[in-house]
């Protein structure tokens, strides 16, 4: 079994938190996982009806490679941990 982890560290410098999170979807797969991250703007019927459909995905591998590309996509939306919400997909056939 292989077990992955990001390690994200918080101080005093950080900068403060933003007005909205940023929601990011990631998809577990067995060789690739799928990463989408927006904020909660793009939801909204009323101002963009169609905005989350424009949210670039990002497909990245279980490995140092692929978390970096995942630490990339992320820092460009927010540098901040605690501006993001992340959700994660449960894996088939685990019980809880």
Known sequence: MTTSAIIVSTSK???????????????????????????LAAFNPQHRPEGWKRTKTLRFTSDAAGYQRLKHYLDRLSVAAADFLVLLDPLAGTTA
């Open 13 to 39: 410098q950080d900068t403060p938190l933003r007005q909205e999170r940023i929601y990011v979807g990631v998809d577990l797969g067995y060789r690739e996982h799928v990463a989408a991250a927006t904020p």
